[in-house]
C-alpha cells in the first residue's frame, strides 16, 4: 500500500447523476492531485492543491469540481458527466506541490459514465 | 512543446530474460526523471528518481539510466519475473513560472509468459 487511498475502487454513473470520489492520505503531505487516465492516453494532471488551496487546474471542464477540506482528503465532484469522461481517476500526494518529491498514487477509482 | 515518447509501445519476453525500456524527452527545463511501475487497474508505483546530476539508479532488478545530454533513459530489467508484466511509465519533470510540472509518456506495456 502507497499510504494514499480512494474511494471507491469502481462507479458507474449516469450522465445526470451527481457522485464524488474520495481521496485520503496519512503521509503528512501537503499537496495532492488528481489525475485522469483514459486508455492509451498518457496520465493527464487535473488539479493540484497546496496546503488546501488550489494551485492549478488545467483546464478542466466545470462539470469536474475539487474540493480539499484539510491537507488530508481531496474530493472530486462529478455531475453531468459525459461517457468520454469514462476513465481511471487517480489521486496523488507529495511533500509539497513545487517541487520534485517523489509521489505517491492511489489505487484510482475507475469510472464509467452510461 | 514538453514531450516524453516510450518505446516499444509493448513487449513480450519470456520469463528469466532481460529487456530495455527507453524514453526519449523534450523537456526543459529538466529537474527529474521517474520511471513508474502500474499493474493493470492500480496506481503507479515509484521504482526510481534521478535527477540531472545521477545518470544510473537500481532498485532491484530494476535499473535506469539517463543521459541528460541527449535527453534519453532507459530502464533495464533483469532476470524478469511474471510479476514484472505492468506497464512502465516515464514521467520528466520540468520546472515553469517557479511550478514543478510532470509530462508524462505513455508508458511500455510489458508481459512476461512462463
Known amino acids: 500500500e502507497t499510504g494514499v487511498t480512494q474511494t471507491p475502487r469502481h462507479l458507474v454513473m449516469g450522465m445526470t447523476n451527481k457522485k464524488s470520489l474520495k481521496c485520503e492520505q496519512h503521509l503528512g503531505h501537503n499537496a495532492m492531485y488528481w489525475y485522469k487516465q483514459s486508455a492509451k492516453k498518457p496520465l493527464e494532471l487535473m488539479f493540484v492543491?497546496?496546503?488546501?488551496?488550489?494551485?492549478e487546474n488545467n483546464s478542466v471542464p466545470s462539470r469536474f469540481s475539487p474540493e480539499c477540506p484539510n491537507s488530508s482528503h481531496l474530493f472530486l465532484h462529478l455531475h453531468t458527466l459525459q461517457p468520454e469522461d469514462s476513465a481511471l481517476y487517480l489521486c496523488?500526494?507529495?511533500?509539497?506541490?513545487?517541487?520534485?518529491?517523489?509521489?505517491?498514487f492511489g489505487q484510482g477509482t475507475r469510472l464509467t459514465v452510461v | 512543446k514538453n514531450q516524453v515518447e516510450q518505446s516499444p509501445q509493448s513487449l513480450i519476453i519470456l520469463e528469466g530474460k532481460n529487456c530495455t525500456l527507453q524514453c526519449n524527452y523534450t523537456v526543459s527545463p529538466f529537474s527529474n526523471l521517474r520511471w513508474y511501475k502500474q499493474d493493470t487497474g492500480r496506481g503507479p508505483v515509484s521504482l526510481t528518481i534521478?535527477?540531472?546530476?545521477?545518470n544510473t539508479k537500481s532498485n532491484g532488478r530494476y535499473t535506469a539510466t539517463l543521459d541528460a545530454d541527449t535527453k534519453q533513459s532507459s530502464l533495464h530489467i533483469t532476470a524478469s519475473q511474471l510479476s514484472d508484466s505492468a506497464s512502465y511509465i516515464c514521467v520528466v519533470g520540468g520546472r515553469g513560472g517557479g511550478s514543478y510540472i510532470p509530462t508524462f509518456g505513455r508508458g511500455t506495456s510489458l508481459i512476461v509468459h512462463p
Open positions: 496523488a500526494s507529495s511533500q509539497e506541490a513545487g517541487g520534485p518529491a517523489e509521489a505517491f
Open positions: 534521478m535527477t540531472f546530476s545521477e
Open positions: 492543491y497546496s496546503l488546501e488551496e488550489r494551485v
